[in-house]
T-cell receptor
Framework: NAGVTQTPKFQVLKTGQSMTLQCAQD?????MYWYRQDPGMGLRLIYY???????DKGEVPNGYNVSRLNKREFSLRLESAAPSQTSVYFC?????????????FGQGTRLTVV | GENVEQHPSTLSVQEGDSAVIKCTYS??????FPWYKQELGKRPQLIID?????GEKKDQRIAVTLNKTAKHFSLHITETQPEDSAVYFC?????????FGAGTRLTVKP
């Protein structure tokens, strides 16, 4: 099993460009998450999906959109990238439809917006 | 919403010594407290977790304690080894929210 797989691993964007980060899990998990990680700030939740067909905002949703394409896939879209969105992005999944269970993380995407 | 504070931000110990990292949380509804380890350039991985109905949990050299009254929980690593060097994150969660601490960079010197 691959677990949680994210693509791409690295990306450089110019301000105003758009892109989609892809995430897939093969563990038949119900919940999927997108976090961003910035130095000195830990992991902050952008959006999550407790089940196929549902999405909810997290702590820092502004500037992002998500799609839960099916049970396996959860994508994150930046419509108009800004330098403040330079960060490392992690996708995660968990078995339960609630947050109080172990999360399994992907390998991360390092995004730089210039 | 929940607020999690983690201390210290950096910690350096000699191999074989113990390390303690402390976190406080604000939301009394939080009922799940995981600890994640992140090695340089890698993904965070769960090392231990505790639920609000338990005061202490151990797994070999790692232990977590929870004080619900004071709203704080701690990670204890005994007999530290160089491979314990990493960033450690605490988190506090209820059913619909999980907040992470800012992280502690632990360095174990041989």
């Amino acid at each position: 099993n691959a677990g949680v797989t994210q693509t791409p691993k690295f990306q450089v964007l110019k301000t105003g460009q758009s892109m989609t980060l892809q995430c897939a899990q093969d563990m038949n998990h119900n919940s999927m998450y997108w976090y961003r990680q910035d130095p000195g700030m830990g992991l902050r939740l952008i959006y999550y999906s407790a089940s196929e067909g549902t999405t909810d905002k997290g702590e820092v949703p502004n500037g992002y959109n998500v799609s839960r394409l099916n049970k396996r896939e959860f994508s994150l879209r930046l419509e108009s990238a800004a330098p403040s969105q330079t960060s490392v992005y992690f996708c995660a999944s968990s078995a339960s439809d609630t947050m109080n269970t172990e999360a399994f993380f992907g390998q991360g995407t390092r995004l730089t917006v210039v | 919403g929940e607020n999690v504070e983690q201390h210290p931000s950096t910690l350096s110990v000699q191999e074989g010594d113990s390390a303690v990292i402390k976190c406080t949380y604000s939301d009394s509804a939080s009922n799940y407290f995981p600890w994640y380890k992140q090695e340089l350039g890698k993904r965070p991985q769960l090392i231990i977790d505790i639920r609000s109905n338990v005061g202490e949990k151990k797994d070999q050299r790692i232990a977590v304690t929870l004080n619900k009254t004071a709203k704080h929980f701690s990670l204890h690593i005994t007999e530290t080894q160089p491979e314990d060097s990493a960033v450690y994150f605490c988190a506090a969660s209820d059913f619909n929210d999980m907040r992470f601490g800012a992280g502690t960079r632990l360095t174990v010197k041989p």
